[in-house]
């Protein structure tokens, strides 16, 4: 008789120990749930100095303000900015807090039904531009930095191409510009749906039925294989506070106002309006040229939402000398909360602002090619040579011969009042 | 009568018609004073009471119907128009039959489609490859309600209340139609899951046959996740799903707007203000606040009111 090919008799007793991992595991995994759990979101203490409609403004400021200059964050209209503080340890704030960086963020607060008539154009040049002015006027400071957050990140370039003189640096964090890509799912469906409808039919566009198109991406890991991975770590306590507090972030959307819903995904995904430099609010065409701020652009290699293809367009066609592309290797949201990506992006951010504290607005600063190791002002890990920094090319000698032109061409023409 | 006589339907018919009219006949001609309130006799006083007043009121009005009656079930007793009156029922099996045949027809045909695609089951399903996603189902379900049921919603309604009766037909048409979409919508997802089992059988197969069986059960669930990943991944992106998904959106919300409808219809009569009415309301107060807004900046160089 040969030998079984099936070791059966392996396959019981490996069950059995499973079985007792199981039992044991949900002994230890009551004791945890029914315990005290720290899942509170956005601990780092603020304060709101601005409100306006839904919308109010938080401001965080560090120990000692080392920074000239402060920074506004701008966050998308879709889910919530406590993801840049979702705890210590994993807080973009605090790392900011950390470096001198007075902090400013908007927090979009929850449309209702009333918000649905707001364009594009009131989100950018109404409530973003006053919470600027009042900035300005707080500080009285001529401009300050400015940090957009995928939608978010969009709304502050059409900001920067429309009011270039009150924005000294922008950070574009995995923003979407460029969306004629079939790279990214969602891209693929609002560009061949007719999705924009639901906000209509619905006032604004419900967070949860969101929620339900991003779980769509990827049913297989989102819908099973996260909780399938959660049960088996339940008796860990770090665990499942992480869990529980990304679950409590992720699920927390707010409905999107309906006719920018309509606006961005007809005008942005549809018509690619952005990045060809045709979009307009309000009459006035936002023209990428007009960016001539320093531009520091960073985006996830394994990015599935804003593929690399959406966002890496953006320093070709703005008009800036100063500007960078930063490829990390991670996704969306990793590039926020991943314990790798906190050495590398919010340090990377705050040295970058640092470099560009004390230069004049228009200094015509070239950046030079450097090794990736050179670039960040991290202490260097494992993790820091895995950064992938795409320098603009070449951009010495044509920096050069283009300030020699444009010099030659300023001397002949008349000079034009500023608007 | 003749044991050899076979009785026809309409002697039968008209026979009945005389022996009711004269039971009514006979009912209606019965004398008020010979009935008293309690039906007893001898009570002349009650009787001569019970002339007048509500109960004379209600004698008469019997008396009337009975007459009426009477002379219908005269007329229906003559021969002519008891003929005409039994061609006509008889056409009455024939039109249900006509309606029966309809729907079993259409039941018969999806029956079929039912049956072939148990057919199906035992054939291999190509891994990762979506073009053969049987959809036909869903399309003979689609054409039958369209066919044989939308048709009676889309009747014209009439009368007072004709505009909230097809608001309402039209919810329960746009409803139909929704429910049918997102069956197939529901149905696509379900998809990835039938291709997975399939792979992961054959799969375990070829490890059977290698010898190369894990023990840890772990493994088998990792590859199953991932194979579903992969299966998902191509359908996501293929045009079909697009497709139905897109289809699915446009009946939602041709179904939302048809709920609206038909709920503000509703709420009209509660003192409850619609949607409609609040967007409205909405409308003229973002159009204000954008304009005090642009007349503050005007006056004082500075936006609304706000918290420093």
Not at chain 2, 36 to 62: H, S
């Amino acid at each position: 008789m040969s030998e079984p090919k099936i070791a059966v008799d392996l396959i019981l007793k490996k069950l059995t120990e499973n079985t007792e991992q199981a039992k044991s595991r949900a002994q230890k995994a009551s004791e945890v749930l029914l315990g005290p759990l720290e899942t509170d979101l956005s601990t780092t203490p603020f304060e709101v100095v601005y409100e306006e409609d839904r919308m109010r403004v938080k401001y965080y400021k560090p120990e000692k303000v080392t920074h000239k200059y402060p920074l506004l964050i701008v966050y998308a209209l879709i889910n919530r900015e406590t993801m840049l503080d979702l705890q210590p340890g994993r807080s973009v704030i605090q790392t900011f807090l950390d470096n001198g960086i007075e902090v400013y963020m908007i927090d979009w607060g929850y449309p209702t039904r009333k918000d649905q008539f707001l364009t594009i154009d009131d989100h950018v040049n109404m409530y973003m531009d006053n919470v600027i002015d009042f900035i300005l006027e707080k500080h009285g400071l001529p401009h300050l930095n400015l940090m957009g957050i995928c939608m978010g990140g969009a709304f502050s370039v059409m900001y920067s191409a429309l009011h270039p003189e009150k924005i000294k640096n922008l950070v574009t964090t995995v923003t979407p510009t460029n969306f004629d890509t079939d790279t990214g799912l969602l891209h693929i469906w609002m560009r061949n749906t007719h999705a924009y409808d639901m906000g209509s039919a619905y006032g604004n566009m419900p967070g949860d039925l969101m929620n339900l198109g991003f779980l769509l991406l990827n049913p297989a890991r989102l819908i099973i294989d996260k909780y399938v991975g959660f049960f088996e770590h339940i008796d860990n306590k770090d665990f499942v506070e992480n869990f529980v507090r990304m679950e409590k972030w992720i699920f927390d959307s707010p409905d999107v106002p309906g006719t920018t819903f309509r606006q961005f995904i007809t005008e942005c995904y549809q018509k690619n309006l952005l990045i060809q430099n045709k979009l307009e609010l309000d009459g006035k065409r936002v023209d990428l040229k007009k960016i001539t701020m320093p531009l520091l652009n960073i985006y996830g290699k394994f990015d599935h939402l804003v593929p690399p293809e959406a966002c890496e367009h953006l320093t070709q066609k703005v008009g800036s000398k100063d500007k960078e592309d930063i490829c990390l290797d991670t996704g969306h949201i990793g590039i926020y909360v991943s314990s790798k990506c906190q050495r590398l992006f919010a340090p990377k951010i705050a040295g970058w602002l640092r470099e560009r504290e004390d230069t004049p607005k228009k200094a015509t600063r070239t950046r030079k090619k450097k090794t990736p190791a050179a670039e960040t002002a991290a202490p260097k890990t494992a993790a820091t040579r895995s950064v992938k920094a795409k320098t603009t090319k070449a951009e010495g000698a044509e920096t050069k011969a283009k300030i020699k032109k444009d010099t030659a061409a300023a001397r002949s023409k008349p000079k034009r009042a500023k608007k | 009568m003749d044991d050899k006589h076979q009785t026809t339907p309409e002697e039968m018919f008209s026979f009945w018609m005389k022996s009711a009219m004269d039971f009514w006949q006979n009912m209606a001609t019965v004398q008020p004073e010979a009935s008293t309130p309690f039906g007893f006799p001898g009570f002349t006083d009650a009787g001569e009471k019970a002339k007048k007043g509500p109960t004379r009121k209600a004698q008469k009005n019997f008396e009337a119907g009975g007459k009426i009656f009477q002379s219908l079930m005269k007329s229906f007793s003559k021969p002519e128009n008891l003929d005409a009156m039994m061609k006509g029922m008889d056409s009455v099996p024939d039109l249900a039959m006509v309606m029966m045949k309809q729907a079993m027809e259409g039941y018969q045909e999806l029956q079929k489609q039912f049956m072939e695609r148990a057919a199906k089951m035992g054939q291999q399903s190509k891994a990762y490859n979506f073009e053969d996603i049987d959809q036909d189902t869903f399309r003979a379900i689609r054409e039958l309600y369209e066919k044989e049921f939308q048709k009676f919603l889309k009747v014209p309604s009439l009368g007072l209340t004709r505009f909230y009766q097809e608001r309402f037909n039209d919810y329960l048409d746009k409803h139909n139609l929704f429910q049918t979409s997102l069956s197939e919508f529901l149905y696509m997802f379900y998809v990835p899951i039938e291709k997975t089992a399939g792979v992961m059988q054959e799969k375990l197969e070829e490890m059977a046959e290698t010898g190369e069986i894990h023990d840890d059960f772990n493994q088998y669930y990792k590859m199953w996740v991932k194979i579903l990943e992969g299966h998902y991944m191509t359908l996501l992106k293929s045009p079909e799903y697009t497709q139905v998904m897109d289809k699915t959106i446009s009946s939602l919300v041709q179904y939302r707007d048809a709920k609206e409808a038909f709920v503000c219809d509703l709420l009209q009569r509660l003192p409850i203000p619609t949607n409609r009415e609040m967007d409205e309301l909405y409308k003229e107060i973002y159009h204000l606040k954008k304009k005090v807004r642009a007349l503050s900046k005007q006056v004082d160089g500075r936006p609304s009111p706000k918290k420093g």
